[in-house]
C-alpha cells in the first residue's frame, strides 16, 4: 500500500479531544492479549500520565477521517531522566525528550507510516536526545529503531507486571531518512 497519512500535532492542552483516539488505537493494536494482560489496560493510566505534563507532545496519522495510529511522549525533568543510570558515564546533555508510544494499527503497518509519525513528532523537538523503551521480545522492533539512529543502552522493568524493556536513546535531531 502506498499511503502518505495526514499528519496533526497536539499538545498537553488537546488531550480532552485526543484521549479517547489513543484509547481506541491502543485497543485495537492490543485487541487480541487485552483480556489477560493486566499492565496493557492500564494504557488509559499512561495516557493521562503522559499528557498531564504540560510539555506532551502528540502526532496522530488519519486516513481521511480514520486515526491510523500515534506517537508520543513529554520532555523529562533536566537532570532526572529515568534512563541515566543505564549510561556510564552518562552523556553531558541535559534536555531529554521521552519517546513515551508508537502505535500503527495493523492495516498500516508496513506503509511507513510509523517512521512517518517518529520523524514528525521527532522533528518538532528542541531536546538534546530522545530515551524510549522497547520489548526486548520484540527485537525487530528494537532494529527498527536502531535505524532511526537509536541504540540501546541498557534493560529495564518499570513496573513489576511490565516487560523488561530496551533502554535506547538517540541524539537529536535525528539524522535524515
Not at 549510561?87 to 510509523?114: C, D, I, N, Y
Not at 532494529?143 to 524493556?165: C, H, I, M, N
Amino acid at each position: 500500500m502506498n499511503f502518505t497519512p495526514e499528519l496533526r500535532h497536539f499538545s498537553h492542552d488537546d488531550l480532552p479531544d485526543i484521549r479517547q483516539t489513543l484509547i481506541d488505537v491502543h485497543a485495537d493494536v492490543h485487541a487480541a492479549r487485552m483480556a489477560d494482560d493486566e499492565f496493557r489496560r492500564r494504557f488509559p493510566w499512561f495516557v493521562d500520565h503522559w499528557g498531564g505534563n504540560p510539555g506532551f507532545s502528540c502526532v496522530i496519522a488519519y486516513d481521511g477521517g480514520e486515526a491510523v495510529g500515534f506517537a508520543y511522549g513529554a520532555p523529562g525533568a533536566s537532570g532526572r531522566e529515568w534512563w541515566r543510570g543505564h549510561q556510564e558515564p552518562g552523556p553531558r546533555e541535559g534536555r531529554t525528550f521521552h519517546f513515551s508510544e508508537l502505535m500503527v494499527r495493523e492495516r498500516w503497518r508496513k506503509t511507513g507510516a510509523a517512521e512517518r509519525l517518529h520523524r514528525a513528532l521527532m522533528g518538532a523537538r528542541r531536546e538534546d536526545l530522545s530515551a524510549l523503551l522497547v520489548d526486548i521480545t520484540h527485537p525487530r522492533v528494537q532494529a527498527l529503531y536502531e535505524t532511526w539512529g537509536y541504540r540501546k543502552v541498557g534493560e529495564d522493568q518499570p513496573f513489576p507486571d511490565s516487560p523488561v524493556y530496551a533502554v535506547m536513546v538517540a541524539d537529536l535531531p535525528l539524522p535524515p531518512p
